[in-house]
Each structure stands twice: as structure tokens, then as C-alpha cells.
């Protein structure tokens, strides 16, 4: 059982082969046993995965720029992603979004990059889901900067910022994100030609979205809802409680989510203070 664990916590999709930390936070939220930790480490130190795609270090530090956000989704950055290869499925880049307050990601795999189609990805995979940011920071790329994105965020009524030319820093939390994933998108492309990129990123997001934030000590999913989503692997060995199904239940469940997630939030918020 313990491999099948480590398995699901680090080696799969959902795990994300991200590092000891971020791994030993998965398999402690659901599982037990003596000497869990060392066993973590030991099993991501002997991955051949990771150690094949050990790069550059990322970029250290907080993004600057004076900008504090106060909520979940207030401040958002955007960036495309360089592809690796000319997909299968024709998508030529990757457009991500990130929220500054929680670090979540949404990571869109597109075939076109054109303001109009930029603009209808925002729409749908942004705003309605989580409404309309205070303001966008994004680089200086002409997709952005276009007469019909500067208008779709006017319709939002959400400002747009761009960071300086040739200045990642400025935007750090976002290029740490990129290297995350394309970092881990060169682990488990199964294609020599790594044609299969653009799938497999997309999935990526999850994994990040549900490893832990070492500073505030909560996923960014979780800051997000207010809840940890479940693994597949939680899913297979767990089992419904009997019940009525009585409101009651769903009332407790709500009060104690809610004041859970208010400190996490606090957190959150001061972590962007720092």
C-alpha cells in the first residue's frame, strides 16, 4: 500500500513530482505510518524523473511592484508559455493565469493566440468562474496589449497593468509557476517528440494548485474553496457515511469549513504584507 501511496502523492499527474515538502503534505493529509517522512525522502531522492529534470533554480522572492492583493482572484497575472513542440492536437502555446493572493493556476493550452481568442479564454476560464479581477498584470505582449483585450477588460471594469519590458522579476511568483511546469511537463511526456506537451500541462495546474504553499502552509485550492480536493487514490479506499442526509449535517460541516478557511485567508493575506 505504501508504494501505491508515494505512487499517487508524487509520481502521478496529481502528485507532480513535486519536491519532499510539497509530497510528504500530500501523503500525511490522508495516510500513516512510522518513519513517513524518511520514506518520502528517500523515494524522491531515488526518483530518476526528477533528477533528469533538474534545471535552472527558480527565481527567489515575492513579486514586487506595490500591488497588494486582499482576496482570492483581485490580482491577476497572465503570460504565454514558449511551447516545447508542435502538438498532435495543433495547440501552439500556453496561456496561464495566476492568482497573486493564493498562487492558484489555470492553464489553458491554445491553437490560436489572437487578442479576440485571449480575450474569450479570460471570459470563460477566469471570470466566470471567479468574476472579474481589481487589475491584470501581464507583460508587454501585443496580445495583452490590444485595442480588443483593453476592451474586454474595461467590460469587466478591471484594470490592466503591464510589467516592464524584459523584466520577469516583476512578475516572480508567474515565472516561477512557468518553470514548474514546463519542468514537469518534461517528465511525464510519453511522446520522444514531446508532442503530447500540451495535454499533459494542463493537467499540470492541478498538481500545483494542490501542493502546499511552505510559507502560508495551505494549498492554493484550498484557499481558493475552502476545501482540499480529493485524490483519486482517497476516492478508491474511502467510503460514504450512512446517514439521513439531514441539513444539519451540511450546516456543521459549513461553519467549521468557513472558520478553517477565514484563517487560511488571514494567512494569505499576511503573507502579502511581508
Known sequence: MIDEVLQSCHDSIEGGHQGITRAFHRVKKDYYWVGMYVTVTQHVHACADCSASKGNPHLKGYSPGNVLAERPFQLLSMDFVTPLSLPRRGNTSLLLFQCSFTGYVIAKAMGSTKAQDVAEVFEEYVFRRFGAPT?????????????????????????????????????????????????????????????????????????????????????????????????????????????????????????????????????AKQYQAI
Open 135 to 267: 487589475m491584470i498584470r501581464h507583460d508587454r505582449d501585443p496580445r495583452f496589449m490590444s485595442e480588443t483585450f483593453k476592451a474586454f477588460a474595461e467590460l469587466i471594469q478591471a484594470r490592466s497593468r503591464a510589467t516592464l519590458s524584459y523584466r520577469p522579476q516583476a512578475n516572480g511568483q508567474q515565472e516561477r509557476s512557468v518553470k514548474s511546469i514546463v519542468k514537469t511537463v518534461n517528465v511525464y511526456v510519453e511522446d520522444p517528440l514531446q508532442q503530447d506537451w500540451d495535454d499533459i500541462a494542463e493537467k499540470m495546474a492541478h498538481a500545483i494548485n494542490n501542493s502546499m504553499d511552505t510559507t502560508i502552509k495551505e494549498t492554493p485550492f484550498y484557499i481558493v474553496h475552502g476545501w482540499d480536493a480529493q485524490s483519486t487514490l482517497k476516492a478508491m479506499t474511502s467510503s460514504l457515511r450512512l446517514g439521513d442526509g439531514s441539513l444539519t449535517d451540511a450546516a456543521a460541516w459549513r461553519r467549521e469549513a468557513n472558520r478553517q478557511h477565514e484563517v487560511a485567508l488571514a494567512m
